[in-house]
């Protein structure tokens, strides 16, 4: 219910903001519906949408997975982490910007360097939250496992991957967001389709409308996915931590 | 001392350990075990009492493969499965109670497992998860995974400390009733010298760290001990054991006539 009013004051902050900046700087909401139902109607807006999406969902999956691996690895093996862990410190610091551009240099203006640029931002992120999860390992655990003999198979999935889902899911839900912030400037820069290829037409026209238009689209898509998707899986990973006695 | 025993037996856990040491921090290494020497025939259970840190955990974690790290044998020659139960239920709190029990014994029959529960009383537990448990159904659901994997090597680490005693009474009464419907080799470390002598065939007494072998002493059948005059014995004689030996008296074993 105050969900519902906080978004009603936005939507009427909105309005009343668009009615005193003026249409052209700020365009009201019903506007911005229009856009939407004309992008919509010529196809632009699944093209673009999907194209965006589609690079979301590689870079994501991408530095999950290698982040995941890289970070067992660097919180289980010593020498691994104290190899790695420059590296890291570098990749962490280094400006998205700064890996983009390089990624488009030394790769030219390829989807490949495209995703990689996003994936290797979303990266050192995911390694450092999966390397705490790895090093929090309830080592009584381990030596149960070990003790009664579980294959390693079984260990990885019964023992280790419960414990580090809480890190796995903070890093997944920290990655989305900032992998599809990511992914419209590496649009911006150097694709020809995609919602950020889309904003900066729209900036060059300085048509306010369809940037909104655009930007709130993909929101809603992206909250979808967390609403349907993310959170159902949070909720059925930690059914055993809310139900006590 | 265990070299009593008549060569040749077939079958048992022999058990050479001369030293086990930690290092310090300040560089110098602190011995835990010093020539541990004894052998448990197959299907026997031994108890090991001694004063609280004097290594009895890790004796038992050498015996279970959990530390190389020490200088001496560990020959079980019926190989085969470890069951173990910690200090603690060491259960997975993500998987519920079948599951934990299920993911250790992946073999054992819908019928084993139903006994097991049965006797434990865990069956109105089996689809709770272990944050849903209290203690003492925690520790029986340990109880339960250790006998599910029909181990040829059981072993026990205190594994009612912590429970009142009532409750204790009544799980060492269901132990005792799981190690004879199936006898298999059992080490226990307790300090409750009751416990010890209700359960086990042998009893060990450990001395305070390094941890020695001092006394061994053994126990006639479970069903004769109960009788009561036998328990005054075997308790007056480790009394006069851990005093002779230097040993500071465990609390139970100094109350004396505690049942």
Same mark, same amino acid.
């Given at each position: =219910?105050?969900? *519902?009013?906080?978004?009603?004051?936005?939507?009427?902050?909105?309005?009343?903001?668009?009615? =005193?900046?003026?249409?052209? =700087?700020?365009?009201?909401?019903?506007?911005?519906?229009?856009?939407?139902?004309?992008?919509?109607?010529?196809?632009?807006?699944?093209?673009?949408?999907?194209?965006?999406?589609?690079?979301?969902?590689?870079?994501?999956?991408?530095?999950?997975?290698?982040?995941?691996?890289?970070?067992?690895?660097?919180?289980?093996?010593?020498?691994?982490?104290?190899?790695?862990?420059?590296?890291?410190?570098?990749?962490?610091?280094?400006?998205?910007?700064?890996?983009?551009?390089?990624?488009?240099?030394?790769?030219?203006?390829?989807?490949?360097?495209?995703?990689?640029?996003?994936?290797?931002?979303?990266?050192?992120?995911?390694?450092?939250?999966?390397?705490?999860?790895?090093?929090?390992?309830?080592?009584?655990?381990?030596?149960?496992?070990?003790?009664?003999?579980?294959?390693?198979?079984?260990?990885?999935?019964?023992?280790?991957?419960?414990?580090?889902?809480?890190?796995?899911?903070?890093?997944?839900?920290?990655?989305?967001?900032?992998?599809?912030?990511?992914?419209?400037?590496?649009?911006?820069?150097?694709?020809?389709?995609?919602?950020?290829?889309? =904003?900066? @037409?729209?900036?060059? *026209?300085?048509? @306010?409308?369809?940037?909104?238009?655009?930007?709130?689209?993909?929101?809603?898509?992206?909250?979808?996915?967390?609403?349907?998707?993310?959170?159902?899986?949070?909720?059925?990973?930690?059914?055993?931590?809310?139900?006590?006695? | 001392?265990?070299?009593?025993?008549?060569?040749?037996?077939?079958?048992?856990?022999?058990?050479?350990?001369?030293?086990?040491?930690?290092?310090?921090?300040?560089?110098?290494?602190?011995?835990?075990?010093?020539?541990?020497?004894?052998?448990?025939?197959?299907?026997?259970?031994?108890?090991?009492?001694?004063?609280?840190?004097?290594?009895?955990?890790?004796?038992?974690?050498?015996?279970?493969?959990?530390?190389?790290?020490?200088?001496?044998?560990?020959?079980?020659?019926?190989?085969?499965?470890?069951?173990?139960?910690?200090?603690?239920?060491?259960?997975?709190?993500?998987?519920?109670?079948?599951?934990?029990?299920?993911?250790?014994?992946?073999?054992?029959?819908?019928?084993?497992?139903?006994?097991?529960?049965?006797?434990?009383?865990?069956?109105?537990?089996?689809?709770?998860?272990?944050?849903?448990?209290?203690?003492?159904?925690?520790?029986?659901?340990?109880?339960?995974?250790?006998?599910?994997?029909?181990?040829?090597?059981?072993?026990?680490?205190?594994?009612?400390?912590?429970?009142?005693?009532?409750?204790?009474?009544?799980?060492?009464?269901?132990?005792?009733?799981?190690?004879?419907?199936?006898?298999?080799?059992?080490?226990?470390?307790?300090?409750?010298?009751?416990?010890?002598?209700?359960?086990?065939?042998?009893?060990?007494?450990?001395?305070?760290?390094?941890?020695?072998?001092?006394?061994?002493?053994?126990?006639?059948?479970?069903?004769?001990?109960?009788?009561?005059?036998?328990?005054?014995?075997?308790?007056?004689?480790?009394?006069?054991?851990?005093?002779?030996?230097?040993?500071?008296?465990?609390?139970?074993?100094?109350?004396?006539?505690?049942?």
């Amino acid at each position: =219910m105050l969900r *519902l009013l906080s978004i009603a004051i936005l939507l009427g902050a909105w309005y009343a903001g668009s009615l =005193m900046a003026g249409e052209r =700087m700020l365009p009201g909401p019903a506007a911005v519906l229009a856009a939407i139902v004309e992008e919509a109607r010529s196809g632009a807006l699944a093209l673009h949408l999907s194209a965006t999406l589609a690079r979301v969902a590689l870079a994501f999956s991408l530095a999950m997975a290698l982040g995941t691996a890289l970070g067992l690895l660097m919180g289980r093996v010593k020498i691994a982490d104290k190899l790695g862990d420059p590296w890291l410190v570098v990749l962490l610091n280094l400006p998205a910007l700064v890996i983009i551009i390089l990624a488009y240099v030394w790769g030219g203006l390829t989807e490949a360097a495209a995703i990689a640029a996003v994936a290797v931002n979303k990266l050192p992120n995911t390694i450092v939250t999966v390397r705490e999860g790895a090093r929090a390992l309830d080592p009584a655990l381990d030596e149960m496992a070990r003790v009664f003999a579980m294959p390693a198979g079984k260990a990885i999935r019964h023992v280790v991957m419960p414990q580090i889902a809480p890190y796995f899911a903070a890093a997944a839900r920290s990655g989305l967001s900032l992998v599809w912030k990511i992914v419209l400037v590496v649009e911006l820069l150097g694709r020809p389709n995609g919602v950020g290829f889309e =904003m900066g @037409v729209a900036f060059q *026209l300085f048509d @306010v409308t369809r940037i909104i238009a655009y930007a709130l689209v993909f929101v809603v898509v992206m909250l979808t996915i967390e609403t349907v998707l993310v959170q159902p899986l949070e909720r059925r990973a930690s059914r055993w931590r809310n139900r006590t006695a | 001392m265990s070299d009593a025993r008549p060569a040749g037996e077939t079958g048992r856990l022999d058990v050479r350990i001369a030293r086990k040491s930690f290092p310090k921090p300040s560089g110098d290494r602190l011995e835990v075990l010093r020539d541990i020497a004894f052998t448990v025939p197959r299907g026997r259970v031994a108890a090991f009492v001694g004063p609280s840190g004097c290594g009895k955990t890790t004796m038992l974690r050498i015996i279970a493969g959990l530390d190389r790290a020490y200088e001496g044998t560990i020959v079980q020659e019926f190989g085969g499965r470890i069951g173990m139960v910690f200090q603690e239920p060491r259960l997975l709190p993500w998987r519920t109670v079948e599951e934990n029990v299920r993911l250790v014994a992946p073999d054992a029959s819908e019928a084993t497992l139903a006994r097991l529960f049965e006797t434990l009383e865990l069956a109105p537990h089996r689809a709770h998860y272990p944050g849903q448990l209290s203690l003492g159904l925690a520790r029986r659901v340990a109880l339960a995974r250790a006998f599910a994997v029909e181990a040829s090597l059981l072993i026990l680490d205190e594994p009612f400390v912590s429970l009142d005693d009532a409750l204790a009474a009544r799980l060492r009464g269901e132990l005792a009733k799981l190690i004879g419907s199936r006898p298999v080799t059992t080490l226990l470390v307790t300090h409750d010298v009751e416990e010890a002598i209700g359960l086990a065939d042998r009893l060990f007494l450990l001395s305070a760290g390094p941890a020695r072998i001092v006394a061994e002493l053994p126990i006639e059948r479970r069903d004769d001990v109960s009788a009561g005059s036998r328990v005054a014995a075997i308790k007056a004689e480790v009394a006069r054991l851990t005093s002779a030996a230097g040993v500071p008296a465990t609390e139970r074993s100094a109350a004396g006539g505690r049942s």
